[in-house]
């Protein structure tokens, strides 16, 4: 091999392992410093990281890497019946950059969060309280659907962007569950919302075609959103 063609080949074999390691990153990039504690009220931004600017290092107390709440139950007197309570960098603003974030979810008896997607991270959840019916589906074209009922201490994980729900199974008492995510800040999008109640609405013809339904039937589920 000439030394043109190994330079080539070097370069080739070089970029294949940069792209396949950017694949196989399934969570936020990598710190370059011990951390950047998110400033929301910064009016001069000088370091901005993820959306927010780092707070002044010397200024940064334990107090930046704290939060309390999660031990309150959650209001879940609403039409899904659930209430999910954040830990992002928003409410701990330590997070910023870390990678990682929290949620407590709460259920009335019979409640649900609804089908739904985090798009950027993968979750693990498990039960603190009740029991649960779980699960996602993967992608197209099979479209799985791999569900599980859980029960106190039983652990389940969603893999980043599948649809995934959960049910409270009892209809006579509450359930709680403690969710990780593999993100600062994950995002939800919630599959009814999207598609039913998005602003501007997608046209009727094109939810009534992909849903084998009939115009009228798609106006009333958007009226409902």
């Known amino acids: 091999m000439t030394s043109v063609a190994s330079f080539f080949f070097g370069v080739v074999v070089a970029l294949s392992c940069l792209s396949l390691q950017q694949l196989a990153s399934a969570a936020d990039p990598s710190l370059l410093q011990d951390f950047c504690v998110a400033d929301s009220t910064s009016s001069v931004i000088t370091v901005l990281l993820n959306g927010v600017a780092c707070k002044n290092p010397s200024t940064v107390t334990a107090n930046d890497f704290y939060f309390r709440g999660l031990h309150v139950a959650g209001n879940t007197s609403n039409a899904q019946g659930s209430r999910v309570t954040p830990v992002f960098a928003t409410q701990l603003p330590g997070l910023n950059t870390l990678g990682i974030s929290m949620v407590r979810i709460d259920y009335a008896p019979g409640g ?20 649960l019916e779980v699960g996602f589906v993967t992608s197209n074209p099979n479209n799985n659907h791999f569900t599980k009922t859980l029960y106190k201490g039983d652990v389940f994980v969603f893999p980043s962007n599948a649809v995934h729900y ?54 009333f589920m958007q009226s409902k959103f």
Request: hydrophobic fraction near 45%.
């Open 166 to 219: 959960q049910r409270n199974t009892n209809w006579n008492a509450p359930a709680v569950a403690i969710a990780a995510l593999s993100s600062q800040n994950p995002g939800a999008i919630t599959i009814a919302n999207a598609v039913f109640g998005s602003q501007p609405g997608i046209s009727a013809d094109i939810l009534a075609k992909s849903f084998s339904l009939d115009v009228a039937t798609v106006n």
């Open 112 to 131: 649900q969060n609804a089908p739904h997607t985090h798009p950027r991270a993968t979750e693990i959840l498990t039960v603190l309280e009740g029991s």
